[in-house]
């Protein structure tokens, strides 16, 4: 306890001796203004991070810690902040964490806003050093918290097309993501989706066009940096023509270094010349690069070590993939893993299935002379500069009384409105009957077709689209339009004037489907036979008309937020403009850049 009190006086000495001498430096480091010149300046401040040499402050704290501390810093553990009970096993073995292993951080998952700053000043209070919290907040804090904004998917984002836009949901993003105690957000998706079939990547992505990511992502990394939270390129070196789930097995990239380059690493380089302070590895295999079967990219030392660091010049945190999806776990041990994530490079072991084998394992190894104390070194000493740029030694706790009412702000929503507002794509219509007249003796039918049970949002949908038509009929085809009763229904179809069937297809984490049954697609197929005013709209994956290209019309939408259904209601009844333009290739005859502006 004394060594403790000790420490954490000598740190905050350590600061006061920095502060005094070097003010304007932190005052430039710590402020969050976000006009062009300061923006700037924070750029060459993090660059400056990795590549100069230590502060005092790091320089000492790497002289005091024991090599086991080291190599804890380097281990990311998981909870899930939800109601958590601090008389629970759960709590314990957090504190056990914190305390016994001292990991370096923790990645956070499902909670409010109130367990998120909770649990994230309890577990930086149990800690000797700062801990680095993670999140994926790819669209927000909303897709894990039960607060916040939701923001359109990325390939929505790449449909609108407009920097300003992805660099402000950026902003807020990092502006939530603090706020709630978090400070690495795992995104963006650097991924370049130029594969339809890929079963985890598709709307998460910008796009197919290499450039296009390019632009995005730059966009989005400088908007959440600005907001003094770590942005990560992910998936290294790409995870867009891939046709696996890596949380199910190993995906194969089976082609050559040149093909490579000239597309999938695009976006890498552009993030890493543009300061992107991290990058996440992908479990996938790439012989080009690793010849020995089933070694990940992420474990590979030729990929991360080889590639990433030598080759592409990056000086920031290196993190891998979670590792506990079977693309790993199927052929390698916890110990294994530990040490070979060493060897090739990583900075961060994210989520390894057993934190204190984790540390264990690299501990023997180092002692047994395989890796070099001077290895975990450079991985310990970028994960403090890290902390130190985010401000942790100074202030690592947070406001938890009514953080809630600082997150849910209405610019946040008008913004994402607005970014769905431009992405909504045409892609065809044939009949020329969009938009929709609105009109008190016009019928609308509404068929809606979900398979996700209840992670598609079907009942906004339904909730919000009185508003949009006077006189509507809603059907669900899965319930109401069982196989009896649907002969019955096909007869008052003919005589609707205007027809909408919503489709939600998404991703689904570990199932490697994004389409729909067959089913479905009869039905649709037979819909758009008897009605010419029917209208496909895709609340999720944008290739779904390859299923069914005869529809007379069809609309993207590339996710089913609140807002990405609203603007395309809005887009339906003529209430804004058809902006978005294709972020991919559907079909031979709608390629990508192509969209019905009207």
């Not at 009869?522 to 008897?530: A, Q, S």
């Amino acid at each position: 306890m004394i060594n403790k009190i000790l420490r954490k006086l000598k740190i905050k000495l350590t600061l006061f001796v920095l502060f005094l001498s070097s003010a304007g430096f932190l005052f430039a480091l710590l402020n969050n203004n976000t006009n062009s010149n300061s923006t700037v300046e924070v750029s060459n401040l993090m660059e400056a991070y990795f590549k100069k040499p230590p502060s005092m402050l790091v320089s000492n704290l790497l002289q005091e810690m024991t090599l086991r501390e080291k190599i804890a810093q380097m281990v990311i553990s998981s909870t899930v902040p939800e109601n958590f009970d601090e008389g629970s096993s759960d709590f314990k073995k957090l504190k056990q964490q914190c305390e016994k292993n001292k990991v370096g951080g923790f990645i956070f998952f499902k909670g409010s806003t109130t367990d998120y700053a909770r649990l994230s000043n309890k577990l930086q209070g149990m800690s000797d050093i700062p801990l680095l919290i993670s999140a994926d907040f790819e669209r927000g804090i909303k897709m894990r918290v039960t607060d916040g904004v939701l923001f359109p998917n990325a390939m929505a984002i790449g449909a609108a097309d407009n920097q300003e836009l992805s660099y402000k949901m950026g902003l807020e993003i990092a502006r939530q993501t603090r706020l709630i105690g978090v400070h690495q957000n795992y995104s963006p998706v650097c991924d370049v989706n130029n594969n339809p079939d890929n079963p985890i990547i598709n709307v998460r992505s910008f796009g197919e066009d290499p450039n296009l990511v390019s632009r995005m992502s730059q966009s989005m990394i400088k908007g959440l940096q600005d907001g003094k939270v770590i942005a990560t390129a992910k998936h290294f070196p790409g995870h867009g023509d891939t046709e696996i789930d890596s949380h199910n097995d190993l995906p194969l990239l089976n082609f050559s270094m040149d093909r490579l380059n000239s597309l999938e690493l695009v976006p890498f380089k552009n993030a890493i010349e543009h300061n992107v302070m991290s990058v996440m590895i992908a479990h996938l295999s790439f012989p080009e690069l690793e010849s020995q079967a089933n070694i990940p990219a992420s474990l590979s030392p030729n990929i991360v070590q080889g590639l990433l660091i030598e080759k592409m010049s990056f000086h920031g945190l290196v993190v891998t993939d979670a590792l506990n999806m079977k693309g790993i776990t199927k052929y390698f041990s916890t110990a294994e893993v530990a040490v070979m994530c060493v060897n090739a490079g990583i900075d961060l072991i994210l989520m390894p299935l057993n934190e204190e084998t984790t540390i264990d394992a690299i501990e023997a190894a180092v002692l047994n002379g395989s890796v070099t104390v001077e290895r975990i070194n450079r991985s310990t000493e970028k994960i403090l500069k890290a902390k130190e740029w985010l401000g942790l030694f100074e202030n690592r706790m947070i406001q938890e009384a009514d953080v809630y009412k600082s997150i849910n702000i209405s610019e946040a929503v008008q913004l994402s409105q607005q970014i769905a507002d431009e992405s909504i794509t045409l892609v065809k219509d044939d009949n020329g009957t969009l938009p929709f007249k609105i009109a008190a003796d016009k019928s609308t039918v509404i068929i809606e077709i979900s398979e996700g049970g209840q992670q598609d949002n079907t009942a906004y949908l339904s909730s919000v689209v009185t508003g949009f038509f006077e006189n509507t009929l809603y059907y669900t085809a899965n319930t109401d339009l069982t196989d009896a009763m649907l002969e019955g229904k096909m007869g008052s179809l003919t005589d609707t004037e205007q027809l909408i069937i919503a489709v939600y297809a998404k991703v689904k984490y570990g199932t490697g489907k994004i389409s729909i049954s067959q089913k479905s697609i009869d039905l649709i197929n037979r819909v758009k036979e008897i009605n010419k005013n029917t209208v496909v709209v895709s609340f999720g994956n944008p290739y779904l008309l390859k299923e069914f290209p005869d529809v007379p019309a069809y609309i993207c939408a590339y996710g089913d937020s609140d807002v990405s259904i609203n603007a395309a209601l809005k887009t339906i009844t003529g209430q804004i403009k058809f902006k978005g333009k294709l972020p991919v290739t559907l079909t031979k005859q709608y390629k990508c850049g192509s969209g019905i502006q009207k």
